[in-house]
T-cell receptor, first 114, second 111 residues
Framework: DVKVTQSSRYLVKRTGEKVFLECVQD?????MFWYRQDPGLGLRLIYF???????EKGDIPEGYSVSREKKERFSLILESASTNQTSMYLC?????????????FGPGTRLTVL | SQQGEEDPQALSIQEGENATMNCSYK?????LQWYRQNSGRGLVHLIL?????REKHSGRLRVTLDTSKKSSSLLITASRAADTASYFC???????????FGGGTRVLVKP
């Protein structure tokens, strides 16, 4: 079974702190994604990566950065956390194959910024 | 911006009844997928329908796709309390290998 894990289920940080959210997948997937989920807005794509050291902006990249130094690990970084970044963060991965494929999600990290 | 829009936003039914939810999207797609999310958890893939397919079944799930109307529906037959969850549609367009999600439908199945 594909397994996507996230470093924390719950996280509480203070405004201005630097925050790291880690995601690891064990299926050698090329593509990895970071979403945030807010009530009524569904999932919105923050950043994604097609390969090591590659990154692409999603729909809402402002205030975030990412790092992909190893294929299995994709980190989301909040350089200076703000209260409007309080949200559920979901990581996902999938293969890069040509055909359609499912995307596998981690359990999510609920981040609260005070 | 959201590609998919689910309707209704919330649905409450009795166990044993059918639940139907709809998804509309805006641009051309390669395929459309439905996911389920139990409260506070990650998303679980339910079913994928390709753009050249019109209907697909998986157990108690039935998905339809109408590309002329840019819409899809998910039917859960003989619902169970365990079906209580949020359901999301996601489109996989021609632009690249990433999904775009709708706002979701919250389904409550009362025992």
């Amino acid at each position: 079974d594909v397994k996507v894990t996230q470093s924390s289920r719950y996280l509480v940080k203070r405004t201005g702190e630097k925050v790291f959210l880690e995601c690891v997948q064990d299926m050698d997937h090329e593509n990895m994604f970071w979403y945030r989920q807010d009530p009524g807005l569904g999932l919105r794509l923050i950043y994604f990566s097609y390969d090591v050291k590659m990154k692409e902006k999603g729909d809402i990249p402002e205030g975030y950065s990412v790092s992909r130094e190893k294929k299995e690990r994709f980190s989301l970084i909040l350089e200076s956390a703000s209260t409007n970044q309080t949200s559920m963060y979901l990581c996902a991965s999938r293969r890069r194959d040509l055909g359609p494929d499912t995307q596998y999600f981690g359990p999510g990290t609920r981040l609260t910024v005070l | 911006s959201q590609q998919g829009e689910e309707d209704p936003q919330a649905l409450s039914i009795q166990e044993g009844e059918n639940a139907t939810m709809n998804c509309s999207y805006k641009t051309s797609i390669n395929n459309l997928q439905w996911y389920r999310q139990n409260s506070g958890r990650g998303l679980v893939h339910l079913i994928l329908i390709r753009s050249n397919e019109r209907e697909k079944h998986s157990g108690r799930l039935r998905v339809t796709l109408d590309t002329s109307k840019k819409s899809s529906s998910l039917l859960i037959t003989a619902s169970r309390a365990a079906d209580t969850a949020s359901y999301f549609c996601a489109t996989d367009g021609a632009a690249g290998n990433k999904l775009t999600f709708g706002g979701g439908t919250r389904v409550l199945v009362k025992p």
